[in-house]
């Protein structure tokens, strides 16, 4: 069974500040997908990543792909209270996604 | 943008009854997906759809379940008997290629069952 493990669980933080959050595997997966999703909506594609060692940007969001295709970051630069929300990371292979817990989060003004 | 859209929002419905989830992919996707999620839980697969067959189908999806593309457009999730732990967000999702193409999901259905 394929778990991605996303950490931390929450996150609260002031406007402005830096963030990386983290998703962990110990399987290998063809892709690594971040949503955003709010409450009682479907999640949002941020981004794919596809190659070990990819970066990819995205205004103030840089997503990263571990050399080994397991693991994954995110981190958001000067975050506003607009980033407030559900990240979730999810690994692809075999026709289908697994989704983390997601981490929760919440910068206040 | 171009976005999956699904039907109804919001369905209540007995113990042992049928539902079927509709689902309108964007139009030039080729794979189709249902995932859910059970209140406060992560999202969880429950199949793929490519070619008009079933790709991949994880253990929740039991011969309760079946799925169906009836016409170019539409996808349904057809449930037979629910139970009450069938009650969650059940989310379409369609995507232009593989898993390393990005999925669009829609907004859900939210399926409470009493």
């Known amino acids: 069974t394929q778990l991605l493990e996303q950490s931390p669980q929450f996150l609260s933080i002031q406007e402005g500040e830096n963030l990386t959050v983290y998703c962990n595997s110990s399987?290998?997966?063809?892709?690594l997908q971040w949503y955003r999703q709010e409450p009682g909506e479907g999640p949002v594609l941020l981004v794919t990543v596809v190659t070990g060692g990819e970066v990819k940007k995205l205004k103030r969001l840089t997503f990263q792909f571990g050399d080994a295709r397991k693991d994954s970051s995110l981190h958001i630069t000067a975050a506003q209270p607009g980033d407030t929300g559900l990240y979730l990371c999810a690994g692809g292979s075999n026709y289908k996604l697994t989704f983390g817990k997601g981490t929760l989060l919440t910068v206040n003004p | 943008e171009p976005e999956v859209t699904q039907t109804p929002s919001h369905q209540v419905t007995q113990m042992g009854q049928e539902v079927i989830l509709r689902c309108v992919p964007i139009?030039?996707?080729?794979?189709f997906y249902w995932y859910r999620q059970i209140l406060g839980q992560k999202v969880e697969f429950l199949v793929s759809f490519y070619n008009n067959e079933i790709s991949e189908k994880s253990e929740i999806f039991d011969d309760q379940f079946s799925v169906e593309r009836p016409d170019g457009s539409n996808f349904t999730l057809k449930i037979r008997s629910t139970k009450l732990e069938d009650s969650a967000m059940y989310f379409c999702?369609?995507?232009?290629?593989?898993?390393?193409?990005?999925?669009?999901f829609g907004s859900g259905t939210r399926l409470t069952v009493v």
């Open positions: 139009s030039n996707h080729l794979y």
């Open positions: 999702a369609s995507s232009g290629g593989t898993e390393i193409y990005g999925y669009t």
């Open positions: 399987s290998v997966f063809s892709s």
